[in-house]
């Protein structure tokens, strides 16, 4: 136990037709090492036995608040429900989705990471999983652990890490980084991509350790792998989008020229994924001009190696070859 058991970890979790998993994901904040939490359910009228699941757990444990929406808003608004409850002026945050679960040591082991790098954001890895139902969890050497820490700036301009930053979970946050910040509930999908950005700007420091201690449920039914539709694939452009126009607001031009090679990522992407769709010649034809007019401030950015700049110029006249670069580097891989 850490010495420092006082500081109080609050835990969101919207709900939303998840009665096969909340057991699991419920269960495994219950047993944390770390033993002074409190757990916020916000459940958002699902149509299955979900809200019933949460009643029987927060009747167990006082630590558990059930909080019920009386009209669904969607993740978004769900989140911002339990942030709402909460005081900024001390304690810290996490989010946990629903179908996911925790590493019994994963408090513990993000408030330590946070105190010893004196930090305002601790960061741990992933373990992907199939899993249904058991709390399983891969074999983890905590002795041997990598970290390294960075600016809340110098962690927005790493490319290679875009897609694991953006995510709500897996991290530990000052709760006084969220007093004024909230979740876009304009958005369908990717509504922290939207948002925890904000967050990581304002920290003075992040510091991450690649263990891999939050276990996320690898569903092909989660939003984010749910079949592509146009609102989907729009959501993602406008969350680049929304980097673009902050960073520009906060007189970033570094950040603004590497939201650029974000928003350009994405666009690519839609040109692959708009493939099932009934108006996708309309969609790929709009990429492609976005693409042509936005190109070359990727080209330009003096950040990106020469070879990513090559790449940029390439795709600006043959867009197919993304899809054969994409598979020769997941087979380098090994998938």
């Known amino acids: 136990m850490n010495s420092n058991e006082e500081a109080v970890i609050s835990i969101i979790v919207p709900v939303y037709n998840a009665e096969k998993f909340l057991d699991r994901c419920i269960q495994s904040v219950i047993d944390q090492t770390w033993s002074n939490w409190k757990l916020i359910l916000v459940e958002d009228c699902s149509a299955d036995g ?102 809340g700036k110098q962690l927005l301009m790493r490319e290679d890490l875009r897609i694991m930053y953006c995510m709500v979970w897996g991290k530990l946050f000052k709760s006084k980084l969220w007093e004024k910040i909230r979740f876009s509930e304009d958005y369908h999908f990717y509504e922290d991509g939207a948002t925890t950005f904000k967050v990581l700007y304002e920290a003075h420091k992040v510091a991450v350790s690649d263990l891999k201690l939050y276990n996320y449920f690898y569903s092909e039914d989660s939003a984010t792998r749910s079949r592509v539709s146009r609102v989907k694939l729009y959501d993602g452009l406008r969350t680049e989008e929304d980097k673009i126009t902050f960073y520009t607001e906060k007189r970033e031009p570094q950040l603004v020229r590497m939201a650029y090679v974000a928003y350009l990522t994405t666009v690519l992407k839609i040109m692959r994924d708009c493939d099932e769709l009934p108006d996708r010649k309309e969609i790929y034809r709009e990429m492609r001009k976005l693409y042509r007019r936005n190109y070359m401030k990727a080209v330009k950015n003096p950040d990106l190696s020469k070879g990513q700049r090559i790449k940029y110029v390439i795709y600006r006249f043959f867009p197919g070859l993304q899809k054969y670069y994409i598979h020769m580097k997941m087979k380098k891989m090994g998938y």
Not at 50 to 63: M, Y
Request: negative net charge; proline residues 2%.
């Open 50 to 151: 979900s809200r019933e699941v949460c009643r029987k757990w927060s009747e167990k444990d006082e630590r558990i608040e059930l909080i019920c929406h009386e009209k669904n808003g969607g993740a978004a608004a769900a989140r911002n429900t339990g942030l709402n409850t909460l005081d900024f002026t001390d304690g810290y945050i996490a989010f946990l989705d629903s179908d996911d679960y925790l590493h019994p040591k994963y408090l513990e082991s993000l408030f330590d990471l946070l105190q010893r790098r004196n930090a305002d954001i601790s960061w741990v890895s992933v373990h992907n999983t199939f899993e249904k139902k058991k709390l399983l969890f891969p074999e983890i050497d905590f002795n041997g652990a990598n970290e390294y820490e960075l600016t």
